[in-house]
Nanobody, 123 residues
Framework: QVQLVESGGGVVQAGGSLRLSCAASGLTFSSYDMGWFRQSPGKERESVAVINWGGAVNYYADSVKGRFTISRDNIKSTVSLQMNSLKPEDTAVYYC????????????????WGQGTQVTVSS
């Protein structure tokens, strides 16, 4: 079955960096667009960054532009999110997701989801 497993979350001080990784199995990874989403208590799940199947096209939420970078390795079936200059408002559970619906930032279009990894940024 399809599995998406995130790793790399943790606690970091404001201004610090973290790198999240998502390992995919059970699907033809290079056929899927991938996305990173996040959700904090009391808020809806929001798109952070998405990348197309080939890695050439990506979109970022305005709140993370210039700080976060999404990348993928279709040989290793992984997608990563490099997060720099972290802020307390970046605190959330981060999820990776896979979609064949065309590159989109709409969570409902994603077919498969990981279990999430907690990122906590202290001030």
């Amino acid at each position: 079955q399809v599995q998406l497993v995130e790793s790399g979350g943790g606690v970091v001080q404001a201004g610090g960096s973290l790198r999240l990784s998502c390992a995919a199995s059970g699907l033809t990874f290079s056929s899927y667009d991938m996305g990173w989403f996040r959700q904090s208590p009391g808020k809806e799940r929001e798109s952070v960054a998405v990348i197309n199947w080939g890695g050439a096209v990506n979109y970022y939420a305005d709140s993370v532009k210039g700080r976060f970078t999404i990348s993928r390795d279709n040989i290793k079936s992984t997608v990563s999110l490099q997060m720099n200059s972290l802020k307390p408002e970046d605190t959330a559970v981060y999820y990776c997701a896979a979609s064949k619906a065309g590159l989109t930032r709409v969570a409902a279009a994603y077919d498969y989801w990981g279990q999430g990894t907690q990122v906590t940024v202290s001030s």
